[in-house]
């Protein structure tokens, strides 16, 4: 966990002298849609004792319906450690978003399971899905054993795994080959993978074939090849999902998505939604795919509640979406923007 810090009234963050702070990550965007509309979430991380940002950030969970459990580091010096900053901007129009990660020092460095009970969490309390992020996989050797060591455990109590690449350059520099192994057996044993043609393909070395043309439809086909390419490699996996996004100006962007269920292919070819504030759509759609999962839907509702949910993040100034219950979200795939009374 940590916090971003967003310039108000979507200002560049250079010219600024007033801005907002929200507690974020990527795993409990993603788990929003799940704990907002009522099902029970619990969030596995690590905390700085004392510090007044961990505690906005357990406050913030809270108020999300989230539980959470991990280790109070101590800060140690001021050059110790603290939670991570994200400063981003919404950007607006012709200008687009900028983003800066601030990751050092950050205590989720040092994510360890022997600060957890895993065979109460998973054993006893039970849990139906286990949620991993790339970027948490990749953050330190430390975090890629805790990752490794979370998805063991999920897989001996029979819990579904969903591993969501998000690829990191900066990440991967100088350790690919130690990563990619752990990306590697992770992957071996999830159910569910979520990745664009680059995770898949920069995580993994598995390449696609060459799409034919460029555009939306190039993607999709490309992408199609590539998870057929994929699901050889990762035969375990019986969900494979991406999101398409092409950007038409900073608040105009053409969303869609593409999922393969068993050998059923469902593609949501791309359509025109409004961006208050991009940031979080991705994981608003794992989220929203997730939720359909456990819900027990037919496959072909899983992607499009997952659409709706990454485009109602879009809309909200947070880094995820809160939706109020499940009409909310069919309404916006529907396109039916009326007012309700």
């Given at each position: 966990m940590g916090v971003?810090?967003?310039?108000?009234?979507?200002?560049?963050?250079?010219?600024?002298?007033?801005?907002?702070?929200?507690?974020?990550?990527?795993?409990?965007?993603?788990?929003?849609?799940?704990?907002?509309?009522g099902m029970p979430v619990k969030v596995l991380t690590t905390f700085v004792k004392g510090s007044p940002v961990a505690k906005f950030i357990k406050s913030n969970l809270k108020s999300r319906h989230m539980d959470y459990e991990g280790p109070e580091v101590p800060q140690g010096d001021p050059w110790g450690y603290r939670h991570q900053f994200n400063i981003a901007d919404s950007g607006f129009g012709s200008r687009g978003p900028r983003v800066q990660n601030d990751r050092a020092g950050e205590v989720g460095r040092t994510l360890n399971v022997k600060d957890f009970d895993l065979e109460r969490i998973f054993g006893k309390e039970g849990v139906q899905i286990v949620?991993?992020?790339?970027?948490?996989?990749a953050l330190s050797p430390e975090t890629s054993t805790f990752c490794l060591e979370i998805a063991r455990a999920a897989k001996k109590h029979g819990t579904r795994i969903s591993f969501d690449l998000n690829y990191r350059a900066s990440f991967w520099k100088g350790r690919a080959e130690e990563l990619r192994k752990n990306f590697t057996e992770i992957a071996s044993v999830a159910d569910i993978l979520i990745g664009n043609e680059e995770?898949?393909?920069?995580?993994?070395?598995?390449?696609?074939?060459?799409?034919?043309?460029?555009?939306?439809?190039?993607?999709?086909?490309?992408f199609?090849?590539?998870?057929?390419?994929?699901?050889?490699?990762?035969?375990?996996?019986?969900?494979?999902?991406?999101?398409?996004?092409?950007?038409?100006?900073?608040n105009e962007h053409l969303w869609g998505a593409v999922m393969l269920a068993g050998a059923e292919w469902q593609v949501i070819e791309p359509r025109k939604i409004n961006v208050l504030d991009r940031i979080g759509g991705g994981d608003g759609f794992v989220g929203g795919l997730l939720y359909g999962i456990l819900k027990g839907w037919?496959?072909?509702?899983?992607?499009?509640?997952?659409?709706?949910?990454?485009?109602?993040?879009?809309?909200?100034?947070?880094?995820?979406?809160?939706?109020?219950?499940?009409?909310?979200?069919?309404?916006?795939?529907?396109?039916?923007?009326?007012?309700?009374?």
């Open positions: 971003r810090i967003t310039p108000v009234n979507g200002q560049p963050v250079h010219s600024s002298n007033l801005f907002e702070m929200q507690a974020t990550s990527a795993e409990t965007n993603v788990a929003s849609i799940a704990s907002f509309l949620h991993l992020s790339g970027l948490i996989a995770d898949f393909q920069l995580c993994f070395g598995i390449e696609g074939p060459e799409a034919g043309g460029k555009g939306i439809e190039a993607d999709i086909e490309g199609r090849g590539l998870i057929t390419n994929v699901k050889k490699s990762f035969p375990n996996a019986s969900v494979f999902a991406t999101t398409l996004r092409q950007v038409v100006s900073t037919e496959a072909e509702k899983w992607p499009q509640f997952g659409w709706a949910t990454g485009a109602l993040a879009t809309t909200f100034l947070t880094d995820y979406a809160q939706p109020a219950d499940e009409e909310m979200v069919w309404s916006i795939w529907e396109g039916n923007a009326r007012v309700k009374r």
